[in-house]
């Protein structure tokens, strides 16, 4: 005779088996509306180098609460945060974290988030995401025309930079007030003297002052990243000599 099986041990059986599928559909629910990031990246679309100015985008992977995310910059830097591509109110894909204050050349970033939640109530641990901006170009090089250390007052004067020039400015001017005109292809500049060439002196100065924030822009009250001064050499040229030697 078959010996009949107890109800409590098959309601136990039922409430395990139901138990294990409940945590296999939680476990698939868990996995379909996952968050996480998509991608992380500056707004010119790079990885990990932050230019000074930008913002930081952040793309999640299903729609987050807004109110939920809790964002900081690190070290202490205050920024604001802004979200695209809003799905429902209150509910978005993108958040973009941009400085309110200037970030110094050459430092690292830290952008922290805490309090991820999804519209379908996944969540996500603290983040941390590490940036570093780029760091200040240095001038490389001073030059003459032909290379030589004392420069005629016809001369081009060449200044080489030894670092990306992409995002800054800068300002050339001589101790003497002579006015220079400046044409740049990459991290190279040429300066040409153009007006009160008779103000130049054997020991004048070359001001270089570097500024945040690319050309075109008004510089006026702005403070410079920094500034070097450069003593340039200038012989003038002798026109009566350069008379004697001309071919009749």
């Known amino acids: 005779m078959a010996k009949r099986i107890g109800w409590p041990f098959a309601v136990f059986v039922i409430a395990g088996t139901l138990s294990g599928f409940l945590g296999l559909l939680f476990l698939g629910y868990q996995e379909l509306f996952a968050v996480y990031e998509t991608s992380v990246q500056t707004e010119g679309g790079v990885p990990d180098e932050l230019e000074l100015g930008e913002g930081i985008v952040v793309t999640f992977s299903v729609p987050v609460q807004q109110a939920s995310v809790i964002s900081a910059l690190h ?12 799905v429902i109110e209150g509910y978005a894909t993108t958040l973009t974290v941009t400085p309110t204050e200037s970030v110094r050349a050459g430092e690292s970033v830290v952008l922290s988030l805490n309090g991820i939640r999804s519209l379908f109530g996944t969540t996500l641990p603290e983040r941390l995401y590490a940036f570093r901006t780029r760091p200040i170009p240095s001038v490389a090089q001073i030059q003459c025309g032909d290379g030589v250390t004392d420069c005629l007052a ?17 300002t050339y001017a001589l101790k003497s ?10 991290n190279v500049v040429e300066l040409t003297p153009t007006r009160n060439t008779e103000d130049l002196t054997d020991r004048d100065i070359l001001i270089i002052r570097l500024f945040e924030g690319k050309n075109g822009g008004t510089l006026i009250g702005r403070t410079p990243l920094w500034e070097e001064q450069f003593p340039i050499s200038f012989a003038q040229v002798d026109n009566n000599e350069e008379k004697k030697n001309s071919p009749e």
């Open 75 to 86: 070290p202490n830097i205050e920024s604001t945060i802004s979200w695209d591509h809003e």
């Open 154 to 170: 016809t001369d081009t004067l060449t200044v080489t930079w030894d670092g990306s020039f992409d995002y800054a400015a800068a």
């Open 177 to 186: 007030e002579t006015l220079l005109s400046a044409s740049q292809q990459g």
